[in-house]
């Protein structure tokens, strides 16, 4: 797992900071949800991501990593 950068987010009553991470997976992982934390996930290109509604600022670091 690679360092890439920190983005700060700033909402009207807080702020916070992206880390973002990258590692090369040689094939898509099993993934293992705890139901009472999440309801389900999806593999998704960056394009695909940028189209779906994300937190606030997320599609900005998909552009930065992705280079879109």
Known sequence: MQYFTKVFVRFPT?????????????LLPDITLNDEEHAKYVWRTPEDALKEDLIQ????CIKMFYKI
């Not at 992206?18 to 997976?25: G, I, P, S």
């Not at 600022?57 to 900005?60: E, F, G, K, N």
Request: no cysteine; hydrophobic share 40%.
């Open 14 to 26: 807080y702020d916070f900071i992206y880390h973002m991470y990258h590692m090369d997976l040689p």
């Open 57 to 60: 600022d997320l599609d900005a």
